[in-house]
């Protein structure tokens, strides 16, 4: 008989089987090793006389992940007769591991202090990744030779068995500290603490700080308030839950391996009168931030502000080291009692393999799906040197990236459905569903093509001061009376007539927000603490969202005192039945028998919550592997 160790996780990325697998092989244990249907199966020499302290090191190293929820033994028929193995077929953009965090605050190790410290299975591997085969010949390291202890440990049984990218002090990368002109660099565990440690010193007093890190650049800075796109860095785990207001699932998921961004709200007055209410919020994830973060925690600062940019800028000061890397934009995590997702990102979801596929070139977003004797693997088109293919899929919104002669275009939101249907391999199945990611779309899945039902509307500024008034009869004395009664809502209309603006960079102006997006209203409508909301106008012309409709709406409630708070809440209320009851409808007609959702716009907690109300008794597909935006087209385009 086996000894069975059996963990629940839903994410199809071999990062934690394959960490599992390094604890197993360094105490030489026969084992099986299996990953499928949302479970990793380990079956292991039940009589060997390590197995015990085995099963201990598993409990203490393994690292916490979001996908991961729970464990269970039992013994199954059959003995394992080898090691199991596994292959670093590809890099990922993880956290540190627990026993690699343990190694560079050792002083006794040879990682002490360093930031480039990782394993096989975690840390920022892909910022160094040029091109397959994964390999160091193939890296940004590749004229680093490892010293002999670090190709010792890359040919021995353990975390850093076949580690591509293994370096410490001795072999490692110098990084230069860069203030006024004066570098100062680091290339010894004195050196690098050193310069940690007047990095933080130097933000504590009001100085900015861009850090190259293994994860892109990053712009530190103590600030008074949160631009759009930064967040909310938490240093210190002992209090982030003063700071935030957390369920567990949600603390975990910041300490995870996965290190993902959430979007929370904030419990410290303070934070609150200087950020707002709800934020994105960060734990430090490789080896620069979280050697930043211990040093700003013994300057008694417990967070910290940062920008992710495409490339440098100008700081105060700027930790740099002489290599090219390789960013990708992090993973955002959507959290709701047992369910999560992510909403949008490419770290961790990417690069992965689907087992299945079609001879087809997929490109979206500046990923591409290459078919190999593996099934589909998804990555960026620069990682590839060549492919060959019978068909080649790309948004039509996108330049051609390739010559071919049987090259074809797709839409996004059927490109981001058809994503659903692969990961949860329903072909063949009926399913309808919708796309929220701008202008809502629906779709229905006949079993062999994705048709759309309701095309996307998309919202048009001009002219819409004389669509308002003709929307309906008496609309025109609507008009009168904003342009009599309230002229600063008048002016705002013009000032959206003339501009590019979507809807909800409308709504937000309407609404007087000053994060003007999807994201601003969002974030309006979580600040609201009650039950219930109005109706907004969603009236549909053909099925179709009418944009005119809801906006007028949105402003004779306005008009009537309600606050921005309520109004914002509402609208997604409203939008959650809008979609709810068309895709309700639309099931009936086609006798469809699943529903699918995609789109970043479903990762808002107020639609999400009124759609799972609504969607109680009916199970709804997401993505679970892949990002629920756009992100997922490229899965999508292999079998469109």
């Keep these: ?106 002083p006794s190790s040879k990682r002490y202090y360093y930031p480039f410290t990782q394993c096989s299975h975690c840390g920022g591997q892909y ?8 390999e160091r010949v193939n890296t940004a390291m590749s004229y680093i030779k490892p010293c002999p202890t670090c190709e010792k440990e890359s040919v021995s049984f353990g975390r850093r068995e076949k580690q591509v990218l293994n370096s410490c002090h001795e072999c490692g990368i110098p990084v230069k500290l860069i203030h006024k002109g004066n570098e100062r660099y680091a290339n010894d565990a004195g050196s690098f603490r050193t310069m940690f440690e007047v990095a933080a010193k130097a933000l504590r007093d009001g100085k900015s700080l861009l850090m190259k890190t293994t994860m892109g650049y990053r712009l530190f800075k103590r600030s008074e308030r949160l631009e759009r796109g930064e967040t909310l860095m938490l240093v210190n785990a002992m209090k982030i839950t003063d700071y935030c207001s957390l369920i567990n699932d949600e603390f975990n998921a910041l300490l995870s391996i996965e290190r993902p961004i959430l979007h929370v709200a904030l419990k410290d007055e303070a934070l609150r009168t200087t950020f707002g209410g709800t934020v994105n919020v960060k734990y430090p994830d490789e080896g620069f931030s979280i050697l930043l973060g211990k040093e700003l925690t013994l300057q008694e600062i417990d967070y910290i502000v940062y920008r992710d940019l495409e490339e440098a800028c100008e700081a105060d000061f700027v930790m740099d080291f002489d290599l090219n890397i390789h960013s990708q934009k992090d993973m955002h995590l959507f959290i709701n009692k047992e369910i999560r997702f992510i909403t949008s990102g490419e770290r961790v979801a990417f690069p992965s393999r689907l087992p299945y596929g079609t001879d087809t070139l997929s490109i979206a977003n500046g990923l591409v799906g290459i078919k190999d004797a593996n099934g589909m693997l998804f990555d960026h088109m620069e990682r ?48 309808v569903g919708a796309y929220f990611q701008g202008d809502p779309s629906f779709l229905y899945y006949d079993g062999k093509k994705v048709i759309r039902v309701v095309p996307p509307h998309p919202f048009n500024p001009v002219g819409l001061i004389d669509k308002m008034a003709a929307l309906r009869e008496g609309s ?77 709406s949105i402003i004779s409630y306005q008009m009537a005192g309600v606050d921005s708070v309520y109004l914002s809440y509402s609208i997604f209320e409203s939008f959650g039945d809008y979609f709810s009851e068309l895709i309700t409808e639309i099931k009936g007609k086609t006798k469809a028998t699943e529903v699918a959702l995609c789109g970043s716009y479903f990762g808002g907690q107020s639609l999400f919550s009124r759609i799972q109300r609504n969607f109680k008794t009916t199970p709804v597909l997401m993505n679970v592997n892949y990002p629920i935006g756009k992100e997922n087209c490229v899965v999508g385009g292999v079998f469109i």
């Design 1 to 106: 008989m086996a000894f069975t160790l059996e963990l629940t996780s839903e994410f199809a990325q071999p990062y934690i089987k394959n960490y599992v697998i390094s604890i197993i092989r360094s105490f030489g244990i026969n084992a099986l090793v299996h990953q499928k249907k949302g479970k990793i199966i380990c079956a292991f020499e039940s009589k060997h006389e390590k197995l015990q302290a085995c099963l201990g090191a598993i409990g203490d190293m393994l690292p916490a992940s979001c996908f991961m929820s729970k464990s269970d033994f039992y013994d199954i028929e059959g003995e394992p007769e080898s090691l199991p193995d596994f292959e670093p077929e590809y890099p990922f953009s993880l956290g540190l591991c627990p026993s690699c965090q343990k190694e560079m605050f050792d």
């Design 127 to 134: 910022a160094f990744f040029d091109h397959y085969p994964f």
């Design 384 to 431: 590839f040197t060549s492919a060959s293919t019978l068909k080649v899929n790309q948004l039509e919104s996108e330049t051609p990236a390739v010559e071919s002669a049987n090259f074809h275009t797709m839409a996004e939101d059927e490109a981001s459905f058809m994503s659903v249907i692969a990961e949860h391999h329903k072909f063949g199945i009926k399913t």
């Design 476 to 552: 025109d004395r609507l008009i009168d009376n904003i342009k009599t009664k309230f002229p600063e809502i008048y002016e705002l209309l013009l000032k959206i007539e003339c501009s590019d603006a979507d809807l909800f960079t409308a709504t937000a102006m309407i609404l007087g927000l000053e994060e003007q997006s999807y994201e601003g209203v969002m974030k309006e409508a979580l600040k609201f603490l009650g039950k219930g909301g109005l109706q907004i106008d969603t009236k549909v012309e053909d099925n179709r969202f009418n944009h005119v409709a809801f906006l007028s």
